[in-house]
């Protein structure tokens, strides 16, 4: 620029010096002619300074464009790149705003869990305070229990008469009270579990009873109908221990519909055979009929345990069996009565038979009032009431044997309630009263001294009668 200004000043220097050739004109025509073309030319040297100094001006000024070209590409590059960073920081910004965010999300989050914990800490720390309490109380009755029993033995050793001693033995009888009723109740809870440790076998051996029947007829659903078949399930039945029904419901459900004998085998049982009673709602395990006099029932109490008589006429299942189908309660005990003029009469009562450690104590499991007609059978519920035969007598009549009294074997309590296994008596009866009390009697529907012309007792799970 600087060269530009300095070439222009100079064009405008020379320019002063030597005139405008305006300026010059008018004189003498002569002289004005030879001053004209002086001019002239001086004026045609003059135009040449000045053009040359326009050509440089012209050209620096060229220069000068181009050079500001270049700069402002430069510029513009430069601005291009600078906008570039500009928006880069703009995102970077951002995500840094959304990274802070986020952190303070979690701080909050962090914060919260910090107040949790230090709650949780709190109720620990509230609990193990509590349990050291408790662990101190524990701690002074077991010292003050064992300073008791301190004192007692030094109180037994020398003063076994005095009154301090007395207290210390009332202190042991009631130390020793309490340790058994604890021990009573961890007795009743580990039977309580045992039981149902029982009952959840027998579910099992029921399922896959079941399932193995649903393979069966899954497998062969095109002789299902046929008489081979049928004869092939029930030798299987018979044959194998986990497919044995544990009683005649588990049969009925089998599909069996057919009164007849069947063996079953209940849980940790050896098998054996009944006789079942299929009705619509489900199978009946007879445990005793009575129906034409065919079977003394006066039999002794090895008898009663075992069984006696015969499934298709009259028979005593036997109690270990009953006990063994029965023991966990749920069953239900139906007894039929028939008297002599065709009148029937029949009574369902829940009911668990106990152990050959309880003489196979009945207990009736029925909640609220009897009916009269129930009444001919009342237990304790609580300890039951015990079997008696005549070389056996657990029954509640102190000064009588009742089945010696009366005859065969019953839940006897005092002799005159009721009794199904007394002597059989064709109609008519005998006259003597002496001899009519023996008889088979339901004191609350016929009497005392009407003999039955028939009897039978069977059983089966409650879920029968609910369903029915
Ligand atoms: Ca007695």
Redesign the pocket.
């Known amino acids: 620029m600087k060269t530009i200004l300095a070439t222009l000043t100079l064009c405008l220097v020379v320019l002063t010096g030597t005139g405008f050739p305006l300026e010059k004109k008018g004189g003498s025509s002569s002289a004005s002619a030879a001053k004209e073309k002086r001019v002239q030319y001086a004026a045609w040297d003059d135009v040449n300074v000045i053009a040359h100094g326009l050509l440089q001006l012209g050209q620096g000024l060229k220069e000068h464009v181009d050079k500001t070209k270049v700069q402002m590409r430069d510029i513009s590059t430069k601005l291009k790149v600078f906008n570039r960073s500009v928006t880069a920081l703009g995102k970077e910004s951002q995500k840094l705003r959304v990274e802070g965010e986020a952190l303070k999300a979690r701080a909050h989050g962090l914060e919260d869990r910090e107040g949790q914990l230090l709650n949780v800490t709190a109720e620990l720390r509230e609990k193990a305070e509590e349990m050291q309490h408790e662990r101190k109380a524990m701690g002074e009755r077991m010292s003050r229990l064992e300073e008791r029993v301190d004192g007692m033995l030094q109180g037994e050793a020398s003063l076994p008469d005095t009154s301090a001693g007395a207290k210390n033995t009332s202190d042991a009888r009631n130390i020793q009270l309490m340790l058994e009723g604890q021990n009573k109740r961890i007795d009743d809870l580990m039977e309580r579990i045992r039981l149902q440790q029982e009952k959840l076998d027998k579910q099992n051996v029921r399922i896959r009873t079941l399932q193995s029947q649903v393979q069966q007829s899954r497998q062969r659903p095109s002789l299902r109908n046929s008489n081979t078949d049928v004869q092939s399930v029930v030798s299987e039945q018979r044959d194998s221990p986990v497919e044995m029904a544990s009683d005649c419901h588990e049969l009925f459900l089998r599909g069996e519909s057919t009164s007849r004998e069947y063996t079953i085998q209940p849980i940790n049982a050896e098998p054996f055979q009944v006789f079942c009673e299929m009705t619509a709602d489900g199978g009946w395990t007879v445990i005793q009929r009575r129906q034409d006099g065919s079977v003394d029932f006066d039999q002794q109490w090895h008898a009663y345990e075992k069984g006696f008589g015969s499934l298709n006429g009259e028979f005593w299942l036997g109690l270990e069996k009953v006990h063994s189908i029965a023991k966990d309660g749920g069953y239900i005990l139906n007894i039929m009565l028939a008297d002599w003029s065709g009148d029937s009469a029949s009574v369902r009562l829940p009911f668990q038979l106990g152990g050959q450690e309880t003489k196979y104590s009945l207990k009736i499991e029925k909640q609220g009032a009897f009916s009269p007609l129930e009444s001919s059978l009342v237990t304790d519920a609580t300890t039951g009431l015990p079997f008696s035969t005549h070389d056996q ?1 657990n ?1 509640q ?2 000064d ?3 089945a010696k009294h009366l005859s065969g074997g019953w839940w006897f309590s005092n002799c005159g309630r009721s009794n199904l296994n007394g002597r059989y008596f064709q109609s008519p009866p005998p006259k003597q009263r002496d001899q009519r009390k023996q008889s088979i009697f339901w004191k609350t529907w016929r009497g005392r001294y009407y003999p039955l012309k028939s009897s039978r007792m069977m059983i089966a799970p409650a879920v029968i009668v609910n369903k029915a």
């Open positions: 007598d029954d009549k102190n009588t044997n009742c």
